[in-house]
């Protein structure tokens, strides 16, 4: 089954209505897999460069090499000391913003141009990720 952003699937969000498991569970997974992206784009920009490497970024936050590999091989459920400490280990730290479901909606049709007002989960990943991490 594909989940879609419409209007209807952000009812309960965009009404300050009590917001069902499921849809808890989609966010946050977005929001993991958004995260995990941030950091391993970083590390790898960073290790094409030959500035860091995963064992010196193991030694440099006191983890095992195998620790880093873990958290560089998927997203988990990192926690935000994790997130953290990964970033501080490479020499960036995160810039963070959010933006309104409403928004990001407009946005998308704007971009898009989809007059059934349907954001797929496909369509997520090509739009603009709202974390980024700077130098």
Same mark, same amino acid.
């Given at each position: #089954?594909t989940?879609? !952003?419409?209007?209807?699937? $952000?009812?309960? &969000? *965009?009404e300050?209505?009590?917001?069902?498991a =499921?849809k !808890?569970?989609? @966010?946050?997974?977005? *929001?993991?897999?958004?995260?995990?992206?941030?950091?391993l784009?970083? @590390? !790898?920009?960073?290790?094409d460069?030959?500035e860091?490497s /995963?064992?010196?970024?193991?030694?440099?936050?006191?983890?095992?090499p195998?620790?880093? +590999?873990? %958290?560089?091989?998927a997203? =988990?459920? %990192?926690?935000?000391?994790?997130?953290?400490?990964? $970033? *501080? =280990? #490479?020499?960036?730290?995160? /810039? &963070? +913003?959010?933006? +309104? $479901?409403?928004?990001?909606?407009?946005?998308?049709?704007? /971009? %898009? =141009?989809?007059?059934?007002?349907?954001?797929?989960?496909?369509? $997520?990943?090509? #739009?603009?990720?709202?974390?980024? +991490?700077?130098?």
């Amino acid at each position: #089954m594909t989940t879609s !952003l419409t209007p209807s699937f $952000l009812t309960e &969000i *965009l009404e300050g209505k009590s917001i069902p498991a =499921g849809k !808890l569970a989609y @966010f946050r997974t977005q *929001l993991r897999y958004a995260l995990h992206d941030v950091v391993l784009r970083e @590390f !790898l920009r960073r290790e094409d460069k030959a500035e860091i490497s /995963k064992a010196e970024l193991a030694r440099r936050i006191g983890r095992k090499p195998a620790q880093i +590999s873990r %958290w560089l091989g998927a997203p =988990g459920n %990192w926690t935000i000391n994790t997130v953290s400490d990964l $970033l *501080l =280990g #490479m020499g960036v730290e995160p /810039k &963070i +913003s959010v933006q +309104s $479901l409403e928004d990001r909606i407009g946005s998308h049709l704007e /971009k %898009w =141009g989809d007059s059934e007002n349907i954001i797929s989960p496909e369509t $997520l990943e090509e #739009m603009p990720v709202a974390l980024d +991490s700077h130098a």
